[in-house]
């Protein structure tokens, strides 16, 4: 069992930045890629950003390039998503989930793919 616990959502101001913090417990954190998601009231939890067992390659939602940067500390047992020039349409929970992977460059970004998800942690924006 791994257990993901996430850190760092909060009340922002339209422009303003945050970085979500996600740290794991009970496994290997190393033979897990991981990844964020988030949920809007009213709409369906859609992937972010996900992020390779080693850190050196990652992938984020078009909606958030430009703007969204994951990354992952082994020896801390954390992978982080930092989020800059944040909108109000960026206003959802986020979840930080874990996909167990035997190849240190695969990558998710679906839900099926997930084998852990952290409980979640709010991120408000306001206009």
């Known amino acids: 069992q791994l257990q993901l616990v996430e850190s760092g959502g909060g009340l922002v101001q339209a422009g303003d930045s945050l970085r979500l913090s996600c740290v794991a417990s009970g496994h290997t954190f190393s033979q897990y890629a991981m990844g964020w998601f988030r949920q809007a009231p009213g709409k369906e939890r859609e992937f972010v950003a996900t992020?390779?067992?080693?850190?050196?390659?990652?992938r984020v939602a078009e909606s958030a390039k430009e703007r969204f940067t994951i990354s992952r500390d082994n020896a801390l047992n954390t992978v982080y998503l930092q989020m800059n020039t944040l909108k109000p349409e960026d206003t959802a929970v986020y979840y930080c989930a874990a996909s167990f992977k035997t190849l240190s460059t695969s990558l998710f970004s679906i839900e099926g793919s997930v084998d852990y998800w952290g409980q979640g942690t709010q991120v408000t924006v306001s206009s």
């Open positions: 992020i390779s067992r080693t850190g050196n390659i990652m």
